[in-house]
């Protein structure tokens, strides 16, 4: 079992940057691919990130490719994802998640999920 937190949301205007965190419990982070996704108002939920366990491959959506950096640091059972250069349409709730498989863009993927944090990009 894993127990996933959130945090690092908040306001941001155009071009700037916010760093999200997830902090995970559980004895066997480290063996986890990890994902982050997000849901816009009236959206469904969409990829945006991924990283393997070892943190050695990442994929990213095209939308985020070039702007979004994801990361994780096994030792404190934390992952990371760096926005930067954020747009009004970033705007969303994002959610961390564990999965046992990396390899894909698939959210099914992924057997945890935290409970979101809010990224609010102003014009």
């Known amino acids: 079992q894993v127990q996933l937190v959130e945090s690092g949301g908040g306001l941001v205007q155009a071009g700037g940057s916010l760093r999200l965190s997830c902090a995970a419990s559980?004895?066997?982070?480290?063996?986890?691919?990890m994902g982050w996704s997000r849901q816009a108002p009236g959206k469904e939920r969409e990829f945006v990130a991924a990283i393997r366990w070892s943190g050695g491959r990442t994929l990213f959506a095209d939308s985020v490719k070039g702007r979004f950096t994801i990361s994780r640091d096994n030792a404190k059972n934390t992952v990371y994802l760096q926005m930067n250069s954020l747009k009004p349409e970033d705007t969303a709730v994002y959610y961390c998640?564990?999965?046992?498989?990396?390899?894909?863009?698939?959210?099914?993927?992924?057997?945890?999920w935290g409970q979101g944090t809010q990224v609010t990009v102003s014009s």
């Open positions: 998640a564990a999965g046992s498989t990396f390899g894909s863009k698939s959210l099914d993927l992924y057997e945890y």
């Open positions: 559980g004895r066997t982070f480290s063996s986890y691919a």
